[in-house]
């Protein structure tokens, strides 16, 4: 067997897992309530076993790129605690588990040298202890993660040769569940590879208002192009579903304006449907192509018969929904003001329950405290109260016909957090960083009596959810 076709089976044999899980867990319990993490911001062993460098490794070795200088060198240690961090999830009652692949513990140069058989024994030890504590994996392929030497080689997602090391090597490394986020990678320049221009953003080098746009064109050709493949050669034997997961953010009106409004559609048009739209409905937003024009690349028909059914479910990334105002200074949104407020939900009015979705990754972040305040964020009822919100809104939503398959809570432990370092904590361990012993905190003492003690009732409630009237958050997120 080659080295390639090595890997293709590890990730196809990954795939199969989370899409039979994904499955059979939707039919039995219709909705998901589990959690998560990233392996990059948690893994640590950045130089063990034969893994490479990615992106994250060079960029937070760079002076003033990260709060405090930190960086994931060592992160949770999660490589060689991993045994104890799912005994963590056992012990909560969690079993399904979000994780994510290291591309370069897999394939340490990406498309050149050999395939790291150390890194493929990592995550086969990873899923089968989950799976021996009765813990499904829910497997993201990539998280922002990409091998340094092709960022080096091919500026990343800025050139169309990405699309083709992406099939060629991993039968779509980059299309399952891929948190792309094109505005902070390429519009204001925060995460690697740090482009921008100004006003957005005081980079070395960019364009602020092409890049992000050829950046998500070439994302959005490459996940076809490997659910192509998915689909022509493994999806009849596995039985499996393909998707992608988009960062996204919601915008509502600041007032009743006609202008607001417009101003809300447009940021709208640029956050889900800019990847969403392609996949389902075979074109970009029209709001885009108004504001854009020419400058928005065209689909050829080839690659419109390749987007079609690409998708066999749709996921999101949301942590904050903004205020709309119609502002005209931004030629890249045609003008919106974006300032917080609660969500609403929108993907089921705009793709008419087309595919099943689900909230991949939501969570709320505290900010680190000095020593004599750890008790503070282990006594943390403000995040308990968010998840309990949160649920509540989604299970309203499904009551009025949203076909939402589940929710992930994020994330298992206080974590490296991409350009804040540790200043923030969204775990629902505390993580001491010096010792790396966790310790849960209240929001783990509640999540673990809604999976457990809560089961049955909550559970009823959220199969029932399309009653009209039942009162949801009262019976579902009652105060404890």
């Not at 009652?93 to 290291?102: H, P, V």
């Amino acid at each position: 067997m080659s080295s390639i076709t090595t890997v293709v089976f590890f990730i196809s044999a990954v795939l199969s897992l989370l899409y039979q899980t994904l499955k059979k867990r939707s039919v039995e319990a219709n909705f998901l309530v589990e959690s998560g993490v990233s392996i990059l911001k948690i893994e640590g062993a950045v130089l063990e076993d034969g893994r490479g460098l990615n992106n994250w490794d060079a960029f937070s070795h760079t002076q003033g790129k990260i709060f405090n200088g930190d960086n994931a060198d060592v992160a949770d240690d999660h490589y060689h605690r991993y045994e104890e961090d799912i005994e963590l999830m056992h012990t909560l009652g969690i079993n399904a588990y979000r994780l994510s692949i290291s591309w370069t513990r897999i394939l340490p140069r990406g498309r050149f040298g050999d395939v790291n058989s150390n890194g493929i024994m990592f995550y086969n030890k990873l899923i089968d202890n989950l799976l021996l504590r009765g813990i499904e994996p829910f497997v993201t392929i990539s998280h922002h993660d990409i091998p340094l030497e092709l960022e080096d080689r091919y500026q990343s997602w800025l050139s169309p040769l990405i699309q083709a090391l992406v099939i060629a090597e991993n039968i779509g490394l980059l299309s399952m569940s891929q948190s792309f986020r094109p505005v902070t990678l390429y519009k204001m320049g925060i995460y690697p590879p740090g482009r921008c221009s100004a006003p957005f953003g005081n980079c070395s080098s960019g364009d602020s208002e092409t890049e992000p746009i050829v950046a998500t064109h070439n994302m959005i050709i490459s996940h076809a192009k490997a659910a192509t493949i998915y689909k022509k050669h493994y999806q009849a034997q596995q039985g499996g579903y393909i998707g992608i997961l988009p960062h996204a953010s919601a915008f509502l009106p600041i007032s009743d304006d006609e202008a607001d409004r417009e101003a809300a559609n447009r940021a709208m048009a640029f956050s889900i449907p800019w990847i969403f739209d392609p996949l389902l409905h075979g074109d970009y937003p029209p709001e885009m192509r108004l504001c854009l024009g020419d400058r928005l690349p065209k689909f050829s028909h080839e690659e419109r018969n390749m987007m079609k059914d690409s998708l066999d479910y749709i996921a999101i990334n949301h942590y904050a929904t903004f205020y709309a105002k119609d502002y005209s200074i931004s030629k890249f949104l045609c003008g919106s003001l974006w300032l917080r407020e609660d969500h609403r939900k929108y993907l089921k009015e705009r793709y008419n329950n087309i595919r099943p979705m689900f909230v991949l990754e939501n969570g709320m972040a505290q900010a680190d405290e000095p020593v004599e305040k750890h008790n503070e964020l282990l006594q943390d009822i403000k995040r308990v109260n968010y998840h309990k919100s949160y649920l509540a809104s989604l299970l309203r939503a499904m009551r009025n016909g949203a076909d939402v398959r589940g929710y992930f809570v994020w994330s298992l432990i206080d974590n490296f957090e991409w350009t804040s370092g540790y200043k923030l904590r969204f775990g629902l361990y505390y993580v001491d960083y010096l010792t790396l012993k966790r310790t849960p905190k209240a929001s783990a003492k509640w999540y673990k009596d809604f999976l457990t003690n809560g089961t049955h009732a909550e559970q009823a409630a959220i199969k029932t959810s399309t009653s009209k009237n039942q009162d949801v958050t009262a019976t579902v997120l009652k105060e404890e």
